[in-house]
C-alpha cells in the first residue's frame, strides 16, 4: 500500500519535498498538501497534480505521515488544528526550527509518533543535509519512512540525542549562509585584488562548487585535502596563514556555538 502524505503549509520546504518524492517515483495521488492561500493551493495543484486543500483537520486525518511544513511560530495554531482527528499512529515529522518532541507532544496531548527534523535550502535543489531525530514512540519502520522521505531531497544524518539537534541546526541547517558569505567575501577581495566584479563572482562561485564537490567525492577528511593543495612557502600557505593569524578557526567556533544557543533560547520561547 502505497504511504499517504501530508503536508501542512505548501512553502519552499514543502515543494521541495513534493517535488522530490514525486521524482522518486511517489504516486502524486497519495500526497495532500494543505495551505490557507488560495493562490498557493491553485499553483501547488497545478505545478504538482497532487490534491490541495484548506482543510488542515481532514488532510491529517487521511494521512498515514503528516509533515508540519510551517514556521515555528504557528506550530501550536496548526497542532491544534489537527489534534482531535489525528490518529495515533499517524507519524508526525516536524520541519520546524527549534520546535522540540515534547512541545508537540503537549500541544496533542498525547504521545504520537514524532521525527523531528532540521533539512537545510540546498534540499531545494536536491542536495540538502537534514539531521533527523526520532522520538521513542517511533516504530523502526517509521523511522526509515522518515529517511526516505528526507533521502528524496538529499542525504540525511540519524541524531539520536535530541539536545544536539540545536547543534545540526547550527552546522548544517545555518551552514549555507556560512559559505554564502564567505564567497561574498572572497568575491569582494578578487575585486579589491583588481579582477572585474562578474568574473571575481565567477571565480569564487566555481571554486565553491570545485570544493564542494571534492569534500563529497573524496573518502580524505577536509585537513587532508587542505593539505594537498597547500605547498610549502606558496601562495596558499601565505593565505592559510593569515587566517591563522586572525584565529578563522576560533570564528568558526564562536559562530557555530552563538547558533547552538540562540537555537535553544528559540526552542524554550
Do not use: W
Not at 48 to 68: E, H, K, R
Not at 146 to 160: H, K, N, S
Request: aromatic residues 2%.
Amino acid at each position: 500500500m502505497n504511504e499517504r502524505i501530508t503536508m501542512i503549509g505548501a512553502g519552499n520546504m514543502a515543494r521541495a519535498l513534493i517535488s522530490g518524492l514525486l521524482a522518486g517515483g511517489r504516486d502524486p495521488g497519495c500526497i495532500t498538501a494543505t495551505d490557507p492561500d488560495p493562490i498557493t493551493r491553485q499553483t501547488v495543484a497545478c505545478d504538482f497534480g497532487i490534491s490541495v486543500t484548506a482543510n488542515n483537520a481532514a488532510a491529517a486525518g487521511a494521512a498515514d505521515t503528516v509533515v508540519l511544513a510551517v514556521k515555528p511560530q504557528l506550530i501550536d495554531d496548526v497542532l491544534a488544528s489537527i489534534a482531535a482527528t489525528l490518529p495515533p499512529e499517524t507519524l508526525v515529522v516536524s520541519v520546524a526550527a527549534g520546535v522540540p518532541v515534547a512541545r508537540i507532544e503537549r500541544a496533542l496531548s498525547r504521545p504520537q509518533p514524532i521525527v523531528r527534523a532540521m533539512p537545510n535550502t540546498p534540499a531545494l535543489l536536491g542536495v540538502g543535509a537534514t539531521g533527523i531525530h526520532a522520538s521513542p514512540t517511533c516504530s523502526s519502520s517509521q523511522r526509515e519512512r522518515a529517511r526516505r522521505l528526507f533521502e528524496a531531497v538529499g542525504a540525511v544524518f540519524e541524531i539520536d540525542d535530541e539536545g544536539l539537534m540545536d547543534a545540526v541546526t547550527a552546522v548544517s541547517g545555518s551552514g549555507p549562509a556560512y559559505f554564502f558569505a564567505l564567497a561574498e567575501a572572497l568575491t569582494e577581495a578578487g575585486v579589491t585584488a583588481g579582477l572585474d566584479p562578474a568574473i571575481a563572482r565567477g571565480l569564487a562561485t566555481q571554486t565553491a562548487v570545485g570544493a564542494g564537490r571534492m569534500l563529497a567525492d573524496d573518502a580524505a577528511d577536509p585537513s587532508a585535502l587542505r593539505r594537498r593543495v597547500t605547498s610549502p612557502g606558496g601562495t596558499t600557505a601565505a593565505a592559510l596563514a593569515s587566517f591563522d593569524v586572525d584565529g578563522f578557526a576560533d570564528m568558526v567556533q564562536r559562530a557555530v556555538a552563538a547558533a547552538v544557543r540562540r537555537g535553544r533560547e528559540l526552542g524554550e520561547s
